[in-house]
């Protein structure tokens, strides 16, 4: 776990220095093996993507341009079902029929065929990712193309030993979002989820996971509301005894834009968080400081995604329909920048609305999808 610490300080202490110290060569060399080390410990990625992909090339190096390589990473939506109905999730302003909607095998073919740059899948959508029936026909084909897969799953199927080992068997990480270790808390959030049964399944997984040797990484995601940070350090000590690999934390967004009619009611929510927002670092700092395990976290400080994001340059998420959507936080219809079902995915990629798009994030300009990210 040293490791990581030093490389993730090295990672932001490149970040930050970079712009000040444009010619300073020790600057560029070491923020360099700290990225190559993320890449490679996160994604798979070898030596020979770092240079010679050229999306994960210009990832590596921040360079975003209006006309951009094929992307290395895509997030596919697996489908808009959901057996759960979270308090804070968009699916709820979703119609009966959009909430049934499964990827097809079809359209990954598609996807994988017309991108040659493709490296990375993230499996994960508004819906529940186990929940699509053609779920073994579509991982079966994306691994055999030697694209590598990590998923996010709400864990309700992970009772069951078949699904356990569907995952161990396909994708390099598995997160499970858990956002308290509360029962009555934890079911007020998550409307629909099982506390226990959750549970069972994640040591369940733990342990077959290390009695076959398998690498495969096991994390939770907890999402920061006023309602549940004061669960944070029972919530780490928990997860530290059934040996879960990583606990990742990140402050509740508003999902919506300002023109979207329910877009006040989820700032409202959000705003609570953002009151509270120095208790929650003095939680997390402090629990960073006297734990022994690795955890990370993604809150903001102020600080505006727009100008600095890769989503729509390097990375896109694709829905269960085929639509071409920012990124894993504008994933709605309506925010629809093309369809790969239309096009090949070459001229989808580069259409008129997602070269508007990069331009007005490269010069910063108004950009009715990223203005106001994260909140």
Known sequence: MMVKILIEDIKKYYNKSIINHK??????????????????????????????????????????KERMPLPWFIQLEPTTKCNFNCEFCTRKTY????????????????????????KFIKYQGMGESLLNLNNQEIIKFIRKNNINLSIITNGSLLINKNMRDFLLNNFK?????????????FES???????????????SLIEERNNNNNKVKIRTSFVISHKNYKNIPNYIQFFKKINIDEIGFAEIENWKIKTDQDFLDNQNFVLKEREIRKNIFNFLNRENLTNDFNFNYLLEKDYKRKKKCLWGFTKIFITSKGILTPCCIRMEEKYKLGNVLENDFKNTWNNNNLRKFRIANIKNKDNIYCNYCPD
């Open 173 to 185: 990480n598995i997160t499970i979002s858990v956002d308290s270790v509360n029962k009555e808390e």
């Open 95 to 118: 119609s009966e029929e959009d909430k049934n909607n499964d990827l097809k095998l079809e359209l990954v073919k598609k996807i994988i065929k017309e991108n040659k740059n493709l």
């Open 189 to 203: 959030i998550r409307k629909g989820g099982n506390f226990n049964n959750i549970v069972k399944g994640i040591k």
């Open 23 to 64: 010619n300073n060569i020790f600057i560029k060399i070491l923020g360099f093996f700290a990225r190559y080390y993320y890449y490679k410990n996160e994604y798979s990625l070898n030596i020979i993507d770092l240079f010679f992909n050229k999306s994960v090339f210009f990832e590596i190096n921040n360079i975003g």
